[in-house]
């Protein structure tokens, strides 16, 4: 079983759509999660952490289920420029340092 | 301020070949880290390096190596280039590398093996 999976993609959504991603972690040791996005053949960039009591940024939601282990993105009213894959990072510490635990990526495609 | 440099940008190398890549962290921050993605895969942990000293390692085989310098910049070595081995070479930055921390990426070295 892969540490962080995610649901495979691609959406495709037209503009307005409202599109939810869903990811699973397997280490219950993890302490922080975060949400990346990544354009085609660019260096990902951060898009949100993720907290327990969940959190919100203009039209992105994030929620996390630590007894679950599972973390959600919700996007409201989606724009063309989201297209991108966006990518759930869970962070591990242990004994092998600031290991981010990055998931396969789901790949968005907004459609005018 | 500029954020995180990498280079080259893109690398060709052939089968045995050897490379080094390159990084320079955000300034102030102390914490080098990088990672291999293949493309349509998510990046995977290769090293972490902190105040010079490795920190953490990925699975990776031996053929890869790192290190940090004083000025907090980084290398990357991989010797004995595999094809298995073309990828995007991504250097990320943290201020002291603990968790929680928010990881802020370069452009990334484009390297194909052929």
């Known amino acids: 079983r892969k540490e962080v999976e995610q649901d495979p993609g691609p959406f495709n959504v037209p503009e307005g759509a409202t599109v939810a991603f869903n990811c699973t972690y397997s280490n219950s040791a993890s302490q922080s999660f975060f949400w990346y996005r990544q354009d085609c053949r660019k260096e990902p960039k951060l898009l949100m952490s993720?907290?327990?009591s969940g959190n919100e940024d203009g039209r992105f939601t994030a929620q996390l289920n630590r007894a679950s282990q599972y973390i959600s993105l919700l996007i409201r009213d989606s724009k063309l420029s989201d297209s991108a894959t966006y990518l759930c990072?869970?962070?591990?510490?242990?004994?092998?340092?600031?290991?981010?635990?990055f998931g396969p990526g789901t790949r968005l495609s907004v459609l005018p | 301020d500029a954020g995180v440099t990498q280079s080259p940008t893109h690398l060709i190398k052939t089968r045995g070949q050897h490379v080094t890549l390159r990084c320079s962290p955000i300034?102030?921050?102390?914490?080098v880290s990088w990672y291999q993605q293949v493309l349509g895969q998510g990046p995977q942990f290769i090293f972490q390096?902190?105040?010079?000293?490795?920190?953490g390692r990925g699975n990776f085989p031996d053929r890869f190596s790192a290190r940090q310098f004083p000025n907090y910049s980084s290398e990357l070595n991989v010797n004995a280039l595999l094809l298995g081995d073309s990828a995007l070479y991504l250097c990320a930055s943290t201020a002291t590398g603990l968790v929680g921390e928010k990881l802020f990426f370069g452009s990334g070295t484009q390297l194909s093996v052929l």
């Open positions: 993720v907290y327990s």
């Open positions: 990072v869970v962070n591990e510490e242990g004994n092998y340092g600031q290991n981010f635990v």
């Open positions: 390096y902190y105040e010079k000293e490795e920190r």
């Open positions: 300034s102030g921050h102390k914490s």
